[in-house]
């Protein structure tokens, strides 16, 4: 047995210690004037905690996770299931166990003053040792741990610090969240110092009316405090005052003890400028603690947010305001590092969210780095705070095992206590799918006691009822629940709290069908407030091909617009040898894992758009749609495109109208007589540059219809050459090298596979369709070919009339769907065409990719693209780059050769590299050989997306009905 008492208690398997030697958790931002300790340390990976220290010393990179720098402790990813079988709160005997070690000289200057050590997060335990002396230890992956080594280390000399970093133990039942399992130290490690009097915390409530309170804490590092030390605050050249009323209290109920000072600061400043999303205002608040004779012992610089959080009724108020919640889920990812995130990732992460119109994050599953909330302060986000609990696959064990009382009320306190002064954290949540027991309750009770000033919420207590009063959430927040079911909810009378999903619309490949049902309803259902997008990333760790190993930081570089360079791929569930994983479920974001926008995200800045556009067929009406700004911070254009006349642009002014206002403005063209199909887009930019976008960055495009299309007449044309159809009816045309045919299937998405769509439409054999001619009857300038389709419930009839019309050939499609194929992918025609057609331009939805239920963010208008961008290379290759409501494209090479298509009505259609099968038969994007030509689908119905890989399907309105479907459309060469 070990002699190092650190080691022989076995704190890995003693889900009642928290912590040992660890400083309480605070708010005082010790960043500034701190010595860094990031950087290499010395690294060795032992097989147990208990293996000997060897001198087969290697290097790691702090902060940094074991698992993507090198060593053969590689990341898995399971979603529920622990990587191993032990129950809690026992931990495997194979256990990889990190040692970090590295000299700090600490400095000279430091004498006399307390020194701290910060690591900043280690997963799952870390024992801390300084000059050899056992120092600390503490749980919980993602938040802080400090220890005072004034005793331990000497100023001036140099100090070894040795940090054990143990993967598994009783903590990672509680850490059982949906993402990838790694080891180390992923945040950073630094050593500061302070004065012995110093402030031990600081807590800040400002109001919108610009009433501040400021609570500090005082301590010595001797325990004893010296007399006459005192407190001043300046915020805005303001200077706060000291609550005399407060020290009266104090003093006469002993609250202030020798050892801990408790000190109030007030003010009430005036014209405050509030704190919402909309707009971030924060001032610098300094908090002096001098000693006696005046000279100051300690400063802090907490940033201050004046806003008010309520629940009034059902809805959540901020600064009195029903705010809709546009959020989103996100979790500390990043493709070379695994879960170390840099301050400009960080930031960079929030841009993104900001351009594409989300104000809301939950923090999904454990708390973030502090920096992510300062920029959350600065940028303008709601935040829900999440605690680190999820023992997801012992729930039920769990929530009522006093062993673990301790462990769940040390993570949401000393989340809170840290969280506390951030304007943007709105909410406090107890964590994600862990059952709910007394310990929930336990840890509940502690937060309502310490900040009754924001709500709570947690998904495993609301779902036990989300108007039940006595549950641990004031907040209904589902997951996954039907929109049907919510709006139910708000108008059934029964509704006592604000209804925001804590997850919804899963984002698992190419998904989020629906997306603008939901927002339709909350738009216009009180109680309806928002939710939160599951979920940001798509997290695929860039791995080399060859060797199988993740590339880390070496990999920099490696990718560009969601693709990974050649010889790497992005890794899911499964990729570094796991036997027991969860596959591809872990790419399930709204951005690739190099943050690059999939085209949901288009989707989600239209729902989420500022400014709005309604026409009535008379009068034009932009409206503000925003809760607290005006419009003068954004710019705007006109665009008519005009389907027979391409597009015209004028400036356009933005009226000068309220949050929830609006105003009739002047329709800035005269429409043209001809051009057939019109529609007016308002483009909005920003117009100054914002913190997170430079001016002219793209906000919105909302649109109007002013004129529909007529309809398509096409005059056949019974002279000149007849249609050229072989002997098994199939057209032959000099650009196609593959005649149209029917096409019932896609390339599964990750919704169809795990819905389970795509196996019922193999048991059919959609995927491999057999096609039997059955009919070729030759006239005057048109050919009718019937074939049948054999499936596994019934054949399915198509017939193709081909007619010479001038300048090409018409198609006149019918199929007729036995009731048996109830719900089939799609029913459509596919052909192939020769190589070099390389550009589509089309008049229809676009630019990006559109669904028929996810459609609403890309404008009719006049598009072009090269083929291959238009292609969305989701992780697992599946059905995608589509387009919806397509009226007509080309398809041409650089010497404008190619042809053009003609369809009766707008219809979604995809061109692409790939066929289906080619799609289907990969299981990772690197593996996809274009083809020369162009696959092309024009589809007269296409199933919608849904969201069922987790969550509800598409609506019943965008399946595909059995039944006769008609399409017809012309090809001419260009
Ligand atoms: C939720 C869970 C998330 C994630 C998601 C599916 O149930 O809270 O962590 O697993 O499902 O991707
Ligand atoms: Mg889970």
Not at 340 to 365: Q, W
Not at 375 to 386: M, N, Q, S, T, W
Not at 597 to 622: N, Q, S, T
Not at 872 to 884: F, K
Request: aromatic residues 8%.
């Amino acid at each position: 047995m070990s002699r190092d008492p650190l080691i022989a208690l076995r704190p890995w398997e003693s889900p009642e210690v928290t912590s040992w030697g660890r400083l309480p958790m605070n708010a005082v931002d010790r960043r500034t004037g701190a010595l860094p300790l990031d950087g290499e340390w010395r690294f060795q990976l032992l097989p147990t905690p208990g293996s000997p220290v060897t001198e087969a010393w290697s290097s790691q990179h702090v902060p940094g996770a074991w698992t993507v720098q090198g060593t053969d402790d590689l990341p898995q990813y399971t979603n529920v299931t622990m990587p191993w079988g032990e129950f809690p709160p026992a931990s495997p005997a194979a256990n990889p166990t990190g040692v970090y070690e590295r000299e700090v000289d600490v400095p000279a200057e430091w004498a006399g003053r307390r020194v701290v050590l910060r690591v900043g997060a280690a997963e799952s335990v870390l024992l801390v040792h300084v000059n050899g002396r056992p120092t600390g230890i503490s749980k919980d992956s993602h938040l802080a741990a400090e220890f005072d080594l004034s005793d331990v280390v000497r100023p001036g000399e140099r100090a070894t610090v040795r940090l054990t970093v143990v993967k598994w133990s009783d903590a990672s039942h509680l850490e059982d969240q949906d993402h990838w399992w790694h080891g180390g130290i992923t945040r950073s490690v630094l050593l500061y110092a302070t004065d012995p009097l110093h402030l031990a915390d600081v807590t800040v409530r400002a109001r919108p009316d610009g009433g501040l309170r400021v609570d500090c804490r005082v301590r010595h590092a001797m325990g004893r405090l010296p007399g006459g030390w005192y407190v001043t605050g300046e915020l805005a050249g303001h200077l706060l005052a000291q609550d005399a009323e407060f020290d009266r209290l104090n003093a006469q109920d002993e609250r202030v003890s020798d050892f801990l000072g408790e000190a109030r600061l007030t003010a009430l400043v005036r014209e405050v400028r509030p704190w919402t999303a909309e707009t971030p205002e924060l001032y610098e608040l300094t908090v002096r603690l001098h000693r006696a004779d005046g000279s100051v012992a300690d400063t802090a610089h907490p940033r201050v947010g004046f806003r008010q959080v309520e629940i009034r009724g059902r809805d959540l108020l901020v600064n009195g305001e029903r705010v809709y919640i546009r959020g989103v889920n996100r979790h500390d990812f990043h493709p070379l590092t695994g879960r170390t995130v840099s301050y400009d990732d960080m930031r960079a992460d929030l841009v993104t969210l900001k351009r594409f119109g989300f104000n809301a994050i939950r923090t999904a599953h454990y708390p973030n780095d502090p920096a992510l909330l300062d920029l959350a302060d600065e940028l303008g986000f709601y935040v829900v705070d999440e605690a680190d609990i999820e023992s997801h696959d012992h729930a039920h064990e769990i929530a009522d095992d006093p062993r673990y009382t301790a462990a769940f009320v040390d993570r949401v306190s000393r989340m809170v206590l840290r969280d506390k002064n951030h304007p943007s954290v709105i909410v406090w949540s107890l964590g994600n799918e862990s059952d709910y027991g007394a310990n929930h309750d336990a840890a509940a009770g502690w937060v309502r006691r310490h900040d009754p000033t924001r709500p709570l919420q947690y998904e495993g207590a609301a779902k036990l009822g989300w108007a039940d009063p006595t549950v641990a959430s004031d907040i209904a927040c589902p997951m996954y629940a039907p929109v049907e079911d919510c709006v139910a909810h708000a108008l059934s009378g029964e509704q006592t709290k604000p209804l925001i999903q804590c997850e919804y619309s899963h984002a698992m490949g190419n998904s989020n069908g629906t997306l603008a049902d939901h927002w339709a309803a909350i738009e216009s259902t009180p109680g309806l407030q928002g939710g939160f997008i599951w979920e940001f990333w798509d997290h695929g760790i860039l791995q080399r091909v060859n060797d199988g190993r993740p590339a880390g930081r070496a990999g920099a570089g490696l990718y560009d617009n969601g693709v990974a360079a050649q010889g790497h791929r992005w890794a899911y569930g499964g990729d570094f040898g796991e036997t027991v994983h969860d596959g591809a479920f872990i790419a399930d974001g709204v951005v690739f894992p190099d943050r690059t926008p999939k085209p949901v995200m288009y989707e989600h800045r239209e729902i989420a758009a500022p400014v709005r556009l309604a026409y009535d067929g008379g009068d034009l009406r932009i409206s503000n749609h925003q809760h607290f700004r005006g419009l003068e911070w954004l710019a705007a254009s006109w665009e008519l495109s005009l389907a027979e006349g391409g597009t015209l642009t004028a400036p356009a002014g933005l009226p000068d109208v309220r949050a929830g206002e609006s105003a009739v403005v002047p329709m800035p063209f005269a429409l043209p007589e001809d051009g057939g199909e019109a529609w007016l887009t308002l483009r909005v930019t920003t117009a100054d540059d914002e913190a997170w976008a430079p001016r002219g960055t793209e906000v919105c495009v909302p649109r109007v219809r002013l004129r529909a299309a007529a309809p398509v007449a096409s005059a056949p044309l019974t002279t000149g050459a007849p249609v050229q159809v072989d002997e098994d009816g199939l057209l032959v045309h000099p650009l196609l090298t593959a005649a149209p045919v029917l096409s019932l299937w896609r390339a599964p998405t990750d919704n169809d596979e795990i819905g389970g769509m795509a196996a019922r439409w193999r048991a059919w054999g959609l995927d491999a369709l057999e096609r039997k001619v059955v009919d070729v009857r030759r006239a005057a300038g048109s050919v009718t070919v019937v074939a049948e389709y054999g499936t596994m419930a019934g054949a399915v009839r198509h017939e193709q009339v081909f007619t010479r019309v001038e300048g090409g050939v018409r198609v006149e499609e019918t199929a007729e769907l036995p009731a048996g194929l109830d719900d089939v992918a799609r029913v459509g025609s596919v052909f192939e065409t020769v190589a070099g057609l390389d550009v589509l331009e089309w008049y229809g939805q676009g630019p990006w990719e559109s669904y028929p239920d996810r459609s609403g963010g890309a404008p009719v208008g006049h598009h072009s693209r090269p083929v291959d961008e238009l292609f969305t290379p989701y992780l697992r290759p599946q059905e995608s780059g589509g387009r919806h409501g397509v009226r007509r494209f080309t398809l041409s090479a650089p010497d404008a050769t190619g042809f053009a298509v003609e369809l009766d009505e707008p219809r979604q259609v995809n061109v692409t590299r790939y066929r289906a099968a080619d799609l289907a038969a990969a299981t990772h994007h690197d593996e996809l050989v274009p083809r020369p030509g162009c696959v092309v689908h024009l589809d007269v119905a296409h199933r919608g997306l849904g969201t069922a890989s987790c969550g509800p399907d598409t609506s019943p309105g965008h399946l595909v009905p059995t039944g006769t479907h008609r399409w017809s459309w012309t090809l001419r060469v260009l």
